[in-house]
């Protein structure tokens, strides 16, 4: 993985960058409404997936499209590309008993990171 010319980076910063994939090759897993589990992984690596979410229950909300998997894309691993749904938590779901009347948390997440629930 080549590292970023230090010229570039503001205008990187000032214009964004996306992982966004154009063309999905597959139908999402996925849709809005499915329950879904994020699943328990302890990768060595970079992950973006939340501690505090693994192994809990949540509702798709919505369908972002195909995105480079940061798991792999950051350690040079290539860009797996899959898609990426907005997940909602119940805040007792996820914290207990004292995570009641708290409301819902809503994350990003990827395939890879998904079960049926």
């Excluded at 950051?74 to 909602?88: D, F, L």
């Excluded at 995570?99 to 990827?110: E, N, S």
Aim: charged share 25%; hydrophobic share 40%; glycine share 10%.
């Amino acid at each position: 993985m080549a590292a970023l010319d230090p010229k570039a980076m503001g205008k990187l910063i000032a214009t964004g960058a996306t992982t966004r994939v154009d063309a999905p090759a597959t139908k999402p897993k996925f849709k809005i409404g499915d329950r879904v589990a994020a699943r328990n992984l302890s990768p060595v690596t970079h992950t973006r997936l939340p501690r505090y979410v693994r192994g809990k229950r949540g509702r798709v909300e919505r369908v972002h499209g195909v995105f480079a998997l940061p798991d792999t894309h950051a350690i040079g691993a290539g860009r797996s590309p899959q898609w990426v749904y907005a997940v909602t938590f119940d805040a007792a779901e996820l914290w207990g008993p004292q995570g009641r009347g708290a409301g819902r948390l809503t994350i990003d997440l990827w395939d890879d990171y998904l079960d049926p629930a």
